[in-house]
C-alpha cells in the first residue's frame, strides 16, 4: 500500500534561515506529489506539485521541492524564512493506479523564531 | 471566484445524534472530495465523487458514514448515531477532473465534536 512520512513533527527556524521538509513516499507506481501549506483554522492551501519532467519544482510565496527518485523524496526547501510561514505543511502522493485520492502524510509544523 | 465552501464552520453533537456536513464545490469542477483529519489518524481520505456517482468510498470508516451529491454540485456527508471516535475535521475537495494530476482545491472544513 502507498505511504507518505514526514519524519520531522515539529521544526523550528529562525527568521531568516533556510528551511527543507522532508518528504518520503512508498509507492508501485509513479506518483503525482504536492506539497500542501494549513495555517490555523484555515483550508489546505496547494504550494506545488510534481507530476513530470524538470525534478526542481518551482512553487508559491518562493518555496520549491525536488523530486529525487532514487531517493523515494520530494524535500520541501525555502532559502529565507519569513514569520508569515510558520504553519502545518503536508506532503501528499497521488497516483492513477490508486484512484483519485491523496495519501498524506503526517504533516510538519513550522515554528519560526524572530 | 468563489472556492470551495463548508457548512457548519462548527458543529456539536450529542453522541448518538446523526448530522450532516455540507460542501459547495467551485463552480464546474466535476470531482469531489471528502477527507477527514483527526489527531491519532491525520488527514485520511474518505470518499470520491465523479458527478454524482462515487466510484471511490473505500475510505468510509463504517456504514454509519454515508454521502450524496446532486446536481453535481452540493455534497452532503452524513454520520448517523455519532460516537466520540468520529470528532474531527471534515474537510471536502474538489477538482476540475477526476484524475490523480489535478489539483485539489480545499475548504475550510467543518470541526465536528461530539460529546
Known amino acids: 500500500a502507498q505511504s507518505v512520512t514526514q519524519p520531522d513533527i515539529h521544526i523550528t527556524v529562525s527568521e531568516g534561515a533556510s528551511l527543507e521538509l522532508r518528504c518520503n513516499y512508498s509507492?508501485?507506481?509513479?506518483?503525482?506529489l504536492f506539497w500542501y501549506v494549513q495555517s490555523p483554522g484555515q483550508g489546505l492551501q496547494l504550494l506545488l506539485k510534481?507530476?513530470?519532467?524538470?525534478?526542481l519544482v518551482q512553487g508559491i510565496k518562493g518555496f520549491e521541492a525536488e523530486f529525487k527518485r532514487s531517493q523515494s523524496s520530494f524535500n520541501l526547501r525555502k532559502p529565507s524564512v519569513h514569520w508569515s510561514d510558520a504553519a502545518e505543511y503536508f506532503c501528499?502522493?497521488?497516483?492513477?493506479?490508486?484512484?483519485?485520492?491523496?495519501?498524506f502524510g503526517a504533516g510538519t509544523i513550522l515554528r519560526v523564531k524572530s | 471566484g468563489a472556492g470551495v465552501s463548508q457548512s457548519p464552520s462548527n458543529k456539536v453533537t450529542e453522541k448518538g445524534k446523526d448530522v450532516e456536513l455540507r460542501c459547495d464545490p467551485i463552480?464546474?469542477?466535476?470531482?469531489l472530495y471528502w477527507y477527514r483529519q483527526s489527531l491519532g489518524q491525520g488527514l485520511e481520505f474518505l470518499i470520491y465523487?465523479?458527478?454524482?456517482?462515487?466510484?471511490?468510498k473505500s475510505g468510509l470508516p463504517s456504514d454509519r458514514f454515508s454521502a450524496e451529491r446532486t446536481g453535481g454540485s452540493v455534497s452532503t456527508l452524513t454520520i448517523q448515531r455519532t460516537q466520540q471516535e468520529d470528532s474531527a475535521v471534515y474537510l471536502c475537495?474538489?477538482?476540475?477532473?477526476?484524475?490523480?494530476?489535478?489539483?485539489?482545491?480545499f475548504g475550510p472544513g467543518t470541526r465536528l465534536t461530539v460529546l
Open positions: 475537495a474538489s477538482s476540475l477532473e477526476g484524475t490523480s494530476g489535478n489539483e485539489q482545491f
Open positions: 509507492y508501485g507506481a509513479t506518483p503525482y
Open positions: 510534481y507530476f513530470s519532467g524538470d525534478t
Open positions: 501528499a502522493v497521488g497516483a492513477k493506479e490508486y484512484g483519485n485520492k491523496l495519501v
Open positions: 463552480s464546474g469542477h466535476t470531482a
Open positions: 465523487f465523479q458527478g454524482n456517482s462515487a466510484p471511490d
